[in-house]
């Protein structure tokens, strides 16, 4: 009787191993799938938001500026000396909403008169700009305290350019 059962074990064995060894064969093999995604450095996001000071501050203006990661995230915000605090807050939203919509915020006229209009977080107005190489979207820049939206997007826009041979290089 010991032998029928030690036989009739050992066949069970061999059925469970040969079973697991055919599912193994037979399933198809699972890929681990991974995207590569550029980034600013935070010298970069630094270097940018310093630009578009820069260049206020040469037009005799002083403004607050938010540079984001490509997911709206915060990398670097910066207030010069007598810029309102309030450009903080609006230097982020206008940096925020570019990103998000992967467009400069002075081509959401339409969205702004849009229901979109009225979600919390989202500032449609001039001064909030793409940071793209090479087609690739790095992030955005946000800048608020100017006379203009117009005028926050010149100051945005010179600080993308002063890095722009620097981004591409970097990619």
Known sequence: MKIIKMSFAIIVLALFISNSSFSEKSAPESKINSLKVNRLSLDSASDLAMAAITACRK??????????????????????????????????????TAANFNVHTSQLARQAKSPLAQVDGLMMASGGMVIKVAGKLLGAIGVSGAPSGATD????????????SKLEMDL
């Open 59 to 96: 037009l005799g203006i002083q403004v607050g500026v938010t540079v984001v990661d490509r997911n709206g995230l915060v990398q670097i915000t910066v207030r010069d000396t007598l810029a309102a605090p309030l450009t903080l807050k609006i230097s982020r939203l206008k940096a925020y």
């Open 153 to 164: 997007e010149k100051c945005a826009n010179a600080g993308i350019k002063a890095l722009a």
